[in-house]
T-cell receptor
Framework: GAVVSQHPSWVICKSGTSVKIECRSL??????MFWYRQFPKQSLMLMAT?????????EQGVEKDKFLINHASLTLSTLTVTSAHPEDSSFYIC???????????FGSGTRLTVV | SQQGEEDPQALSIQEGENATMNCSYK?????LQWYRQNSGRGLVHLIL?????REKHSGRLRVTLDTSKKSSSLLITASRAADTASYFC???????????FGKGTLLTVNP
């Protein structure tokens, strides 16, 4: 089955530093990937849609200069949280859509803690 | 914005019992999907039902869709302790392929 690998699974960083999260589709090509944020005991909030070879589309209220998304190839999208602050601490999840069907495969998530 | 609303928000049952979770949405959809999430993990796709379908089965899962009421239900039969997780519905609409997730139901199956 389709697999999406997300790294790292957890990261602790200091305020003011930047953190990069990778999302790879291992056995299929994903022209579209999605980045979500999830607070404890809450649902997933879509942050942005990442399209290979073009700029990401951000949801309303999401700072594009703070959450940099790059989708340089059909199998890799990255989310960089720049100048992280404690309020950026959250669970970030990516997903990739398969062109062959309506299926979406999710990464295992990244727990970001900013201290 | 989140358009799906699941109820109940939390459900606790005994092993062997059936668990029913409901999801309501507000706008027209192409399809509705159900996902499972174990604590602190990613989401696992369970089942997708298209807008022109009314019922779908997969193993112990049964999903119904009522587009006139803009609602769906997920039934897990003969529940097991391993079914303990959060369950989310997600709706897809339009050509942008974005999914909108509901708030989820936390299911606890007691052994």
């Amino acid at each position: 089955g389709a697999v999406v690998s997300q790294h790292p699974s957890w990261v602790i960083c200091k305020s003011g530093t930047s953190v990069k999260i990778e999302c790879r589709s291992l056995d299929f090509q994903a022209t579209t990937m999605f980045w979500y944020r999830q607070f404890p005991k809450q649902s997933l909030m879509l942050m942005a849609t990442s399209n290979e070879g073009s700029k990401a589309t951000y949801e309303q209220g999401v700072e594009k200069d703070k959450f940099l998304i790059n989708h340089a190839s059909l199998t890799l999208s990255t989310l960089t949280v720049t100048s992280a602050h404690p309020e950026d601490s959250s669970f970030y999840i990516c997903s990739a859509r398969q062109e062959s069907n309506y299926g979406y495969t999710f990464g295992s998530g990244t727990r970001l803690t900013v201290v | 914005s989140q358009q799906g609303e699941e109820d109940p928000q939390a459900l606790s049952i005994q092993e062997g019992e059936n668990a029913t979770m409901n999801c309501s949405y507000k706008t027209s959809i192409n399809n509705l999907q159900w996902y499972r999430q174990n604590s602190g993990r990613g989401l696992v796709h369970l089942i997708l039902i298209r807008s022109n379908e009314r019922e779908k089965h997969s193993g112990r899962l049964r999903v119904t869709l009522d587009t006139s009421k803009k609602s769906s239900s997920l039934l897990i039969t003969a529940s097991r302790a391993a079914d303990t997780a959060s369950y989310f519905c997600a709706t897809g609409r339009g050509s942008n392929y974005k999914l909108t997730f509901g708030k989820g139901t936390l299911l606890t199956v007691n052994p």
